[in-house]
């Protein structure tokens, strides 16, 4: 895509591509914020990196930007914090608000908001730290079917997750997830492929399906791994697809998910979908799922990144 015309490139002001912060996501954090900023660059549009765990956001004010870009990974820039930090310094951002990005960051509550509307997720339990049995267990492995996956109730990138088949196991996983989030969510092991849709602007780009030799699609898989194979198109017919990205758009809808986003789901040998979670600030760098889809769907990772600067004028 070619350099945007001068008017184009001032509509915007001085942006700023708000990467790093403080979370445990932070590394990848800063490989999307800076794609995001040579893609923005490429453009000819003034924009900068801002990372806040270097300096305060009153600095945005100070060195006068008039946008973000938001590309913070986790907690402190996608819990609906900085969003509402950014409202009270009135500067418009990318994405979803505060109460959307509170909602999807909390993956208990979205499951509990999906399933108020009869959309299709697994059975789970909750685990609490400050209550937490370890004799509990048994009846957890048994009530969820044997295979059990452990997520801190608050982080991404599969960060602090494991997949379990014991209920020694399932004891160890709670108590690493602990260190994490206090609240942890334990959700039945839907057995089959994985797949995810990409949500830009209310509309749902081409589905993509992942397969890798790892317990599951985990940090490694996702970052680190040459193993992990990605198919786009996933490979359903028509009709699925449609399917598929109508529930997504349902899913990212229900948490009052805005611009842009991700929302992931598992297949069961019966064809069913289950939704996982929904992403309000999904990655973006090399090894990401949003650019594939977005370049399958007709559009390079300079007019991807536009597209999401544009949801701050939404």
């Known amino acids: 895509m070619s350099s945007l015309s001068i008017q184009a490139k001032h509509e915007f002001g001085k942006v700023a591509v708000m990467y790093g912060g403080h979370s ?20 000819g549009i003034n924009a900068h990196g801002f990372d806040p765990a270097e300096k305060p956001i009153s600095a945005l004010i100070d060195e006068s930007f008039t946008c973000v870009v938001i590309m913070l990974h986790g907690r402190g820039g996608e819990d609906g914090s900085m969003q509402g930090a950014l409202q009270l310094l009135n500067i418009p951002y990318t994405g979803s608000g505060v109460l959307g990005s509170a909602l999807a960051m909390d993956k208990i509550r979205t499951k509990q908001i999906w399933q108020t509307l009869g959309l299709p997720t ?23 079917g044997d295979i059990v996956m452990v997520k801190p109730a608050q982080e991404g990138s599969s960060i602090g997750m494991a997949k379990v088949t014991s209920a020694t196991q399932l004891e160890t996983a709670i108590q ?27 509309e749902a780009l081409p589905s993509i399906r992942m397969s890798t030799p790892h317990t599951f699609y985990d940090y490694a898989a996702k970052y ?4 992990t194979e990605y198919f786009c198109p996933s490979g359903l017919s028509a009709e699925e697809e449609y399917l598929l990205g109508t529930l997504a758009k349902n899913a990212f809808l229900a948490v009052d998910g805005k611009g842009w986003g ?10 069913q979908f289950y939704l996982l979670e929904a992403n309000t600030v999904p990655g973006m760098t090399e090894k990401s799922l949003v650019p594939m889809a977005a370049k399958q769907a007709g559009l390079s990772f300079d007019q991807l990144s536009l597209a999401i600067l544009q949801t701050s004028r939404a």
């Not at 697994?122 to 009530?143: H, L, Q, T």
Request: aromatic letters at 8%; a negative charge.
């Open 122 to 144: 697994a059975k789970y339990e909750i685990a609490e730290k400050r209550s937490f049995d370890a004799g509990s267990c048994e009846v957890i492995m048994r009530d969820l």
């Open 262 to 271: 991700r929302v992931d789901f598992m297949r069961d040998q019966r064809g």
């Open 176 to 202: 690493d997830a602990f260190k994490y989030d206090s609240t942890v969510l334990l959700e039945q092991f839907i057995q089959g492929p994985e797949y995810t849709v990409t949500i830009l602007n209310g």
């Open 224 to 227: 680190h791994s040459d193993s």
């Open 24 to 43: 445990a996501e932070r590394e990848v954090s800063l490989r999307s914020g800076l794609a995001v900023l040579q893609a923005l660059q490429n453009l």
